[in-house]
């Protein structure tokens, strides 16, 4: 029992990404970076017409769709059941099951682990989740260094940097950009490394190459988890992740409990739907399947680490909990009109884009700034729902969250804003007010227009006119016009 | 058919010849219109801003205003949607059983214009004239909510002398948003240059789309940069003959 | 296992506390069994195959698809195998500047190696090899359980007793892997090809060489896996399976 479970304490949270600013301050900034913009452009445009094409290819796209949302809604419905199946046949299989309830019971179980196999460093494959609980961080304070070898996330550590998408975390970078990272930060760097991806592919390969053959101890995530025959799933490209679940003598996987899925049987829906949603390809290059410990072939030791870390919290919400059927594809985050001007750090969040606006704010709660804009960060256009392969209806649930958003300040302050809502909605209710009010703004309008326009408007709506011009009121509303030219009803 | 005009407070406050237009096409087509002037604001703006309750006193109004009406028409993609997508989980939420049965009964009468055109008139041909280059812009709730599909598309190419120009990247977001507009303004004008970028390519004269939302926006980036480039509703162009 | 009231605990009565009541609405069923026959009524509207092999050369669109990830495919009869794999590693050898063996992973057919020349030195990985020993190795030849034709996959089931498939490792250290793939392993699509896997043994899904888009999204191959992939598909004169 640790120190925590002992005094109850649970406090769900991302350690390393607290105190980020909200969404409309760090996206002002990130529209202006020139760099960042021509990366985002290029990156999810390209992306987005793969996508397009790699699902154009099956007739039956939709109803994979629907099978992988009923699937998981039926898992997270019932999702003490599986991950209790999950774990007993872990264990059948020779392998360990922690449950960790927030990212410091993670980090600190995953620290015991790492010393208890008697090393002070780790090799490590990309996971979202140990991301967001600050794994890396946590681990290093132990005094246990811990090398990323994904070779984006690779150029995110070498770079002292954070992820900026889900599944290309470098797309912030480009090749020259990286050239230097690797000059200054890879001891090994090999003399004259050109800006070519394929010869900084290689440098990464030689510079990890070693690290791979001689660790004792792999950290992974999962891509899925299968309660039925306590299997797990790692989703790859380059390789990096079968030399982590397979060379060391120790293998531990740190999985979000939303991870599970109910039967063997269901792969054959999930690895349909997610190669061809994240890097639109019919299958990426490898995929790694193990159960347990197999004596002779790979680890001795293997530990699944179960974390909740506010999924409870998501779970609990029923139009939030959609949010958890989520498969980490990252398609949405390559079709936001937002994103594609934002990057991924405006998000504050391991999980940025429609994805992170709807996830970060329920794992977290929306109390902090951060959390509290997330909500509002997207425009509603609805281009994430129609690429999602497990149909989250991410508009929905963002205007459902920014209900809670405004229900959790309701009690604490009145705001010019609420003040404004509540006066606006009782004029918009009430056709009598609005044309008293439209009346009013006729009047005034027509004071500052010229040519029919508006080209300034006092704080807030500032905010409008600052890179558009307004419209001036009317002469005569339409209730107006309707009134003296029909009579009115 | 006893068709009530639900011509929007955006429209009604700001657009008002968009609303005539409206009546100008129907009438034309054979059909009379009311404006039935108990109606107000479908309550988007406060649902999509997280004020939900104060967006139900706006619900009630909108039923009860459009109580007894074969047809409820708009020239707002986004405020059909409203009605239909999102009424039904409001009635639901504020625990009125009446309302929700309300909401029920005039959800499937509930047209966007295009679609009440195109679908449920069975008409492509309204009988305009608009000589001009145009281009259009397909809002994200007409697209994505409503799929409307290509029927604003069908009643263009059947006015008369109108030349229409296809939008590069159409389907991308203009970066309205509603209160997105105010609250994340740098984004929202980021998104919007590329919009305002693709439709100058065009050499459109007119930009035209079923929202006077996204027009609002679109049409402000477009005269702040002296672009000489107008933004008209549909319904605007559908109503235009050779007399006017 | 953690103390009563521990973390496992918590989050268990979290979760029943978020999902409850059973029989609610939002699909929480409750005893173990029901929850099994509810998840045996989900609905599954997808196809079991994109492709028809009644009606379309399966061996095939494998092939095709698989060469569409870089990897090198070669189709060959059953009576040309020994030659081609031969000939395959006897040009590597030939390529190399240092001349250095090929893994054999336990129960690989013999008859496959029959016309391996003895220049080309094979080595078997009883005892296991060691991984600096495997990253001295000029590659390695495998069979495998089962092709994905639709996706151009190879699947390698792994794990003592694997018939020529070897442990994990050995597909993944030494630079070249070379795969052999008969025809009656190949599977329309995933429903078929995963169900005739063993879930208590290791799987690795291949799908081409390495590969990466993480600068700037253009596809590099070659990081960490093999850099180079190549596969004898195994076919009969007339197509069928052998």
């Known amino acids: 029992m640790t120190a925590q479970e002992a005094s109850g304490t649970y406090h769900p949270g991302m350690p390393t990404y607290l105190g980020m600013p909200a969404f409309p301050a760090a996206a002002a900034a990130a529209v202006a970076d020139s760099q960042l913009r021509a990366n985002l452009a290029h990156a999810t445009r390209t992306i987005r017409a793969k996508r397009a094409a790699a699902v154009a290819e099956l007739a039956d796209w939709e109803e994979l769709r629907a099978a992988g949302k009923t699937i998981k809604d039926h898992t997270l419905a019932n999702l003490d059941h599986y991950l209790l199946r999950l774990e007993e046949n872990v264990i059948a299989a020779g392998g360990h099951v922690h449950w960790a309830q927030d990212a410091t019971d993670a980090n600190a179980i995953v620290a015991g682990l790492v010393r208890a196999a008697g090393t002070d460093r780790v ?39 954070l992820p900026s998408h889900i599944l290309v975390p470098a797309i912030h970078k480009n090749r020259a950009e990286i050239r230097e990272i690797f000059l200054r930060e890879m001891p090994d760097a090999p003399e004259g490394l050109t800006d070519d991806p394929r010869a900084l592919a290689a440098a990464a390969r030689a510079h990890l190459r070693q690290a791979f053959l001689s660790a004792k101890v792999g950290i992974s995530g999962a891509n899925f988890a299968i309660a ?89 919400d029923r139009t939030g909990r959609q949010a958890l059927r989520c498969i980490r594809c990252s398609a949405c985050l390559n079709v936001c009109p937002v994103y594609e001007r934002t990057g991924g750090h405006a998000y504050g969040s391991p999980y940025p884009g429609p994805i992170g606006a709807i996830i970060s704010p329920q794992l977290r709660g929306v109390g902090s700034p951060a959390d509290a804009s997330l909500p509002f960060a997207s425009t509603l256009c609805g281009a994430c729902y129609q690429v999602c392969p497990v149909a989250i209806n991410i508009p929905e649930a963002l205007v459902h969250l920014r209900a809670k958003v405004v229900d959790a300040k309701r009690e604490k302050i009145i705001s010019p804003e609420r003040t404004m809502f509540h006066v606006s909605g009782r004029v918009l209710a009430s056709p009598r007010l609005l044309a008293a009010a439209q009346r009013g703004a006729s009047l005034s309008g027509r004071l500052v227009a010229r040519s029919g326009r508006i080209r300034r408007l006092p704080r807030p709506l500032s905010a409008w006119t600052d890179t558009r011009d307004a419209p001036a009121p009317p002469r005569e509303s339409f209730r107006a016009w309707w009134a003296r030219t029909r009579g009115t009803r | 058919m006893r068709i009530g005009l639900f011509v929007t407070c955006l429209t009604d406050t700001l657009f008002p010849d968009t609303g005539r237009a409206v ?16 109606q107000a604001c479908c309550g988007q703006m406060h649902f999509n801003t997280g004020y939900r309750r104060e967006a139900v006193p706006m619900v009630r109004g909108t039923v009860a205003a459009f109580a007894g009406y074969d047809a409820v028409v ?84 059947a006015v008369r002398g109108l030349d229409l120009a296809d939008l590069p990247d159409a389907e991308s977001c203009c970066g309205f948003g509603g209160t997105f507009a105010v609250k994340n303004p740098d984004v929202s004008a980021a998104i919007c240059t590329d919009k305002v970028a693709a439709i100058i390519q065009t050499g459109a004269e007119v930009v035209c789309a079923a929202d006077n939302s996204c027009l609002m926006h679109i049409g402000g980036a477009l005269t702040r940069q002296r672009s000489g480039v107008a933004t008209m509703h549909l319904a605007e162009i559908l109503a235009r003959t050779e007399e006017a | 296992m953690t103390a009563p009231g521990g973390a496992r605990d918590q989050i268990l009565a979290r979760i029943r506390a978020a999902t409850g009541p059973e029989g609610s609405a939002n699909g929480r069923v409750g005893p173990a069994e029901k929850v099994d026959e509810v998840y045996a009524t989900l609905p599954r509207d997808y196809l079991s195959a994109h492709h028809d092999p009644a009606s379309c050369d399966i061996a095939d669109l494998f092939a095709e698809r698989a060469a569409d990830y870089r990897a090198v495919v070669e189709r060959v009869s059953p009576a040309g195998l ?26 690989l057919p013999a008859e496959w190696l029959a016309a391996v020349p003895a220049a080309v030195q094979l080595t078997s990985d009883t005892p296991p090899l060691s991984a600096a020993e495997l990253d001295m190795m000029a590659g390695v030849v495998t069979g495998c359980a089962v092709a994905i034709a639709e996706t151009g996959t190879i699947i390698l089931e792994h794990g003592p007793g694997s018939l020529g498939q070897g442990r994990r490792a050995l597909t993944l250290v ?28 290791p799987h690795t899904l291949i799908s081409g060489p390495s590969a990466t888009s993480d600068i700037e999204l253009i596809r590099v191959e070659g990081v960490h896996g093999p850099r180079e992939l190549h596969v004898l598909l195994v076919t009969a004169e007339t197509g069928a399976a052998p």
């Open chain 1, 123 to 161: 090799v490590k494959v990309k996971s979202m989740a140990t991301q967001e609980i600050g794994l890396n961080e946590a681990l290093a304070a132990e005094g246990i260094a811990v090398l990323e070898t994904d070779l984006a996330e690779l150029i995110v550590q070498l770079g002292h940097d």
């Open chain 1, 228 to 316: 039925e025959t306590g299997s797990l799933v790692v989703v790859e490209s380059e390789g990096n992740g079968r030399m982590c679940v397979t060379l060391p003598e120790t293998l531990i996987s740190v999985v979000g409990i939303e991870k599970v899925l109910p039967s063997w049987r269901d792969l054959e829906v999930f690895l349909a739907l997610l190669p061809r949603s994240s890097t639109a390809e019919r299958m990426n290059p490898y995929t790694s399947i193990w159960t347990g410990v197999m004596p002779g072939d790979g680890p001795e030791e293997f530990h699944l680490v179960l974390v909740d870390n506010g999924r409870t919290a998501a779970l609990a």
């Open chain 2, 23 to 38: 009546v100008t096409v129907l009438e034309r087509l054979g059909h009379q219109v009311d404006f039935p002037a108990a």
């Open chain 2, 74 to 157: 708009s020239p707002s993609a986004s405020c059909t949607s409203m009605i239909r997508e999102y009424y039904p989980a409001l009635a639901g939420e504020a625990g009125d059983a009446a309302l929700a049965r309300a909401v029920a009964e005039l959800v499937p009468r509930t047209w966007e214009l295009s679609e009440y055109l195109t679908g449920v008139l069975g008409v492509t041909d309204v009988g305009a004239y608009f000589p001009h280059r145009v281009t259009y812009h397909p809002s994200c709730h007409s697209l994505r909510m409503l799929e409307v599909g290509d029927a604003p598309l069908r009643l263009l190419r």
């Open chain 3, 82 to 107: 020994a030659a081609a794999l031969a000939r395959i590693l006897a040009e590597r050898r030939g390529r190399a500047a240092r001349p250095l063996p090929f893994v054999i992973p336990d129960g």
């Open chain 3, 174 to 201: 030494p630079d070249f892997h070379l795969a052999v793939v008969l025809a009656a392993q190949v599977a329309a699509d995933l429903p078929d090809g995963l169900a005739r896997l063993n879930p208590a043994r």
